[in-house]
């Protein structure tokens, strides 16, 4: 071979083996799904997997899944390698913890890492993470809006080892069931969460007797260089300058009179330099369960980045690099210790509101509205001889961006979007309950040159008493609109009677009681619009009328639309109509 020759080989085997390492964590993934036991993980496809190096570092991340996870798996790592150094470590240990204050997102997120030998050291370590089904708290399903500490909100787990050189530790397993509504589910899926370690962990193996533990380190390395280079060419593209943006939150579901507010300054130095994200201004920490630890801030600000950067760049410790990032202890972005954070998705979502706002500046042709985000409920009997649970999301409309118009009835940012929200017919199957229609909801995209997308409603009849609750969001603020767009219609959520009377329910609120024939139903927002309403073109107006996305009376009120109107034997189609989903 002539040197081109070679070149063009170690190219073409560097491309194999990134490849490779993305579909091991990828394969972890799906094992960790088709093997756990909690409908909401089986149907949803709530899970994600990750390879780190022996430093942390962040090799290769799952990407079915949601990004959600990606810095918790990152920033959990360390904790594990403090209270476990690697020279005290075996072939077949297995560690899972859930500390949010030491990297780990709440209770119910179990993270699990499973150290990977190579010629007789880690090197690597394998990690898998879900929300399981219950683990303790004042409330079934993990979902504790009127928490006020960690202590409310389930078992708290520190990096511990539930495998010893492959044997289980079986007083830990005993006190994790112990601590759950539905221990058989629970302890399905943290073998879940085991078996897609050890599967990811194996392909690691078999790629180190491939191409040699020294070959494999420098594919790695060149891997996370790779990604890096990828990330500082695209973010020199943004315009030089300071930019400031904020969002406020509804309330934390107790200090109802106190709207929370995340800012951020980005500071784009040009070509080469790092962007800086300060969240310093944000607001101190809440007394409710809505703070957020701070890998689970570091991801929501990190997502919003790679908004404006090519999306097709991995998901890997090069999109780190680039990025700094500072929080204040004691805000809503990195709290003290015992803070409940249960809640957390709700100021992470303001991180990615606040962080778009400001690089909308930067980059106006890629400016986006703000969106509606994740509605988390839960509908659960914990008592009695039958106990079960349904631990579900809705979404709403993300926001128009300079472009097009929102994506409606999608999943709001890095949250995994309807891939997590699970099928009807096998929770119908399951559980007391039927789903009587899913739709999405005209007139709630925010009016603008480009239409924010529409919310949804959910109705679901419960056949047996229950306790239903809820963290909704964007509910008391609907998502604003953006130069000169309107905002999205805000949510809201409540009981319909069987005599078809209505008894409002809390947005943040858990054990608030369902009976049976009665309907839950929950209402998502829509995404603020983008540009002045009257500059929306005629056509798009029209088509919207005919599909049913925007009345005409809307049509008239919020666009000045008097031109031809959609045809009185039109129909909304698809879920506009409302999908009939019910026995």
């Not at 509101?353 to 839960?378: G, K, N």
């Not at 009587?436 to 239409?451: A, F, V």
Request: net charge negative.
């Amino acid at each position: 071979m002539n040197e081109r020759e070679i070149d063009a080989a170690s190219r073409l085997e560097a491309e194999v083996l990134r490849h490779a390492l993305r579909i091991a964590a990828e394969e972890a993934s799906i094992v960790v799904v088709k093997s756990a036991h909690s409908a909401m993980i089986v149907e949803g496809a709530d899970a994600c997997a990750g390879i780190l190096d022996a430093t942390g570092r962040l090799v290769s991340l799952s990407t079915a899944t949601n990004l959600m996870h990606a810095s918790s798996l990152r920033c959990s790592l360390p904790a594990v390698l403090a209270d476990h150094p690697l020279e005290t470590m075996r072939d077949g240990d297995v560690f899972v913890m859930n500390d949010c204050f030491r990297g780990g997102i709440h209770a119910n997120d179990l993270l699990v890492f499973r150290p990977v030998f190579i010629a007789g050291r880690v090197r690597f370590f394998t990690g898998t993470l879900i929300h399981v089904s219950d683990l303790g708290g004042s409330s079934a399903g993990g979902i504790v809006p009127g928490a006020t500490d960690v202590f409310a909100e389930g078992l708290q787990l520190p990096p511990v080892k539930l495998y010893a050189e492959g044997r289980e530790v079986a007083d830990l397993h005993n006190l994790i069931a112990l601590n759950s509504r539905t221990p058989d589910r629970v302890m399905g899926d943290l073998k879940a969460l085991v078996a897609g370690a050890h599967v990811a962990a194996r392909r690691l193996e078999a790629l180190a007797g491939e191409y040699g533990p020294a070959a494999l380190d420098r594919g790695v390395a060149n891997y996370i260089a790779g990604t890096e280079r990828r990330m500082r060419d695209e973010l020199g593209a943004l315009t030089p300058g300071v930019y400031r943006g904020e969002y406020a939150i509804d309330d934390d579901g107790l200090d109802l009179d106190r709207s929370p507010v995340v800012r951020v300054e980005v500071t784009v130095g040009g070509p080469g330099a790092p962007v800086r994200l300060d969240f310093s201004a944000t607001d101190d920490q809440a007394r409710g369960a809505i703070n957020a630890g701070f890998s689970q801030a570091l991801t929501g600000a990190t997502y919003a980045v790679r908004c404006y950067v090519d999306p097709s760049i991995p998901m890997n410790e090069g999109c780190y690099a680039p990025i700094e990032v500072v929080f204040r202890k004691g805000s809503l972005l990195d709290p003290k210790w015992p803070a409940a954070c249960g809640g957390r998705v709700v100021s992470v979502t303001a991180v990615c509101e606040a962080v778009v706002d400001a690089l909308s500046q930067a980059r106006p042709d890629r400016a986006t509205a703000a969106s509606a985000v994740i509605h988390p409920f839960t509908l659960a009997a914990a008592t009695g001889g039958n106990p079960w649970l349904l631990l579900s999301y809705e979404y709403g409309g993300l926001g128009a961006r300079a472009s097009s118009d929102g994506p409606s009835a999608t999943g709001s940012f890095f949250l995994g979007g309807r891939n997590v929200v699970p099928q009807v017919e096998p929770l119908e199957a399951r559980l007391p309950l039927v789903f009587e229609s899913q739709s999405m909801i005209p007139d709630s995209g925010g009016p603008g040159r480009y239409r924010g997308g529409l919310g949804v409603e959910t109705r679901i009849r419960v056949l047996k008493d229950c306790e239903v609750a809820i963290r909704s969001e964007r509910v008391r603020f609907a998502p604003r609109g953006r130069d000169g767009g309107r905002p999205g219609r805000s949510g809201e959520q409540f009981a319909v009677l069987p005599d078809g009377g209505t008894r409002p329910l809390l947005p943040k609120a858990a054990n608030q009681l369902m009976y049976a024939g009665e309907t839950f139903v929950l209402r998502t927002s829509g995404g603020g619009g983008l540009g002045r309403p009257e500059e929306r073109d005629a056509a798009q107006i029209e088509a919207d009328l005919v599909e049913g996305w925007v009345s005409p009376e809307a049509a008239r009120r919020d666009y000045g639309f008097t031109g031809v109107k959609a045809s009185p034997s039109a129909k909304p189609s698809g879920a506009a109509a409302g999908r009939e989903v019910g026995r």
